[in-house]
């Protein structure tokens, strides 16, 4: 099998870039990571400066994989919204006639695993069948482990869970392994104008990042033109009306606390 190391961008894929520069990983054939071209600026900073010189030095190179090149091109141009134009593939929240939901989020599986495996069966070369891929679940995972670990890619041998099977680590194990290395916490991997952000990540998106921040704003917007009752934020609030200076509470914290979106 090929070995190929989905690289998400966040803490868990940090820290099995440093078990491998460890060498306490195998070296994986390939290391890929899928650009969203909608990922927040600090994905990319903590890659060039960090991951990209780690694995160099060990002989491995990065392989940044452009949703706009290796994508599907949907008819109607929009990434956002179905080939079908019936659902908006965001996950975000909803707010009819007073009553609140969230919708499930498809852009993972559009804008990362299809573009991944498009990139690595057609520009690697590598066959779906000799393919496996390296996925950064740590312990604290364990039910989306345990989901991945029912289906046939996981049974057929095209999945690898290094830090549930390999150098099992919990995700506060994770950060420790990689602060040891002498480098810096990796940020949370998320595209900038995810829903499923707390609001002291849409705070630090709106003061450190503004252009991103608004762009998010005219999304939202953009979004609503299809679908009137989707939100960005769950008050169901637009964006640019929200104050996020206030402080959070207790439980403040993402929809999304590994950051992984699958890879």
């Known amino acids: ?8 961008g966040g803490t868990q894929s940090a820290a099995i870039t440093a078990l491998i520069v460890q060498g306490k990983l195998p070296k994986p054939d390939f290391v890929c990571i899928v650009d969203t071209e909608r990922e927040r600026p600090t994905t990319w900073q903590y890659l060039d400066t960090v991951i990209r010189p780690a694995l160099a030095s060990v002989g491995i190179e990065v392989h940044r994989i452009s949703k706009s090149n290796w994508g599907s091109k949907p008819p109607h141009g929009i990434d956002w919204l179905s080939h079908n134009k019936n659902t908006v593939l965001l996950p975000a929240f909803t707010s009819v006639s007073g009553e609140s939901g969230k919708l499930s989020g498809f852009c993972s599986k559009t804008w990362k695993i299809e573009v991944l495996n498009r990139y690595v069966r057609e520009y690697l070369r590598v066959p779906t069948k000799e393919q496996r891929h390296w996925i950064g679940f740590s312990l604290d995972e364990a039910r989306r482990a345990m989901r991945m670990m029912d289906g046939d890619e996981y049974k057929a041998g095209r999945i690898r869970l ?8 919990r995700r506060q194990q994770a950060i420790r392994v990689v602060e040891k290395m002498g480098w810096p916490t990796p940020p949370r991997s998320a595209c900038s104008m995810c829903p499923n952000q707390a609001d002291n990540e849409w705070r630090d998106l709106k003061t450190n990042h503004p252009s991103e ?3 998010a704003c005219e999304l939202e917007k953009e979004v609503q033109s299809v679908d009137p009752h989707v939100w960005f934020h769950s008050s169901c609030k637009p964006l640019s009306e929200i104050d996020f200076t206030e402080e959070p509470d207790l439980f403040g914290d993402s929809a999304c606390k590994s950051g992984v979106c699958f890879l």
């Not at 290094?162 to 680590?169: A, E, G, K, N, Q």
């Open 1 to 8: 099998m090929t070995e190929i190391f989905s690289h998400g």
């Open 213 to 215: 921040f608004k762009a």
């Open 162 to 169: 290094p830090l549930i099977h390999d150098v099992p680590l």
